[in-house]
């Protein structure tokens, strides 16, 4: 009777855990930038496709968030972001498709000071 018991706070447990890490990935998620039909107007987007940037941004999202939390698109510059993703596309196993929208969506988000 113990062992059942054990196993089922055991399970009970591991299922509160996950329930908060997913809480949290997803408040990270909600504070990155949507991609909106007005900011195609602005020159940095250089007549990108918005469905591109929104497929970028849920790429991000899904690829990345599964082993470490989300940095905004500006924490970083265009070169940054180059370099970051050049190291964790082969770690994230993403197609040069993926890894093409998700570097548009995070280069035209980023810090380019």
Not at 27 to 35: H, I, R
Not at 61 to 71: E, I, N, T
Not at 82 to 99: C, H, Q, R, S, Y
Request: proline residues 4%.
């Amino acid at each position: 009777m113990k062992k059942t018991n054990s196993l089922s706070f055991y399970y009970l447990t591991l299922f509160a855990v996950f329930s908060i890490m997913a809480q949290i990935l997803t408040s990270c998620a909600s504070s990155l930038p949507s991609p909106r039909e007005e900011d195609m107007k602005q020159d940095r987007f250089n007549k990108l496709a918005i469905d591109e940037l929104r497929d970028g941004r849920t790429l991000y999202v899904s690829k990345c968030s599964g082993c470490h939390s989300l940095y905004l698109p500006t924490q970083y510059s265009s070169s940054g972001w180059d370099t970051i993703l050049t190291a964790m596309n082969p770690k994230a196993k993403v197609t040069e498709d993926e890894a093409l929208r998700i570097r548009m969506y995070l280069t035209v988000y980023s810090n380019n000071d």
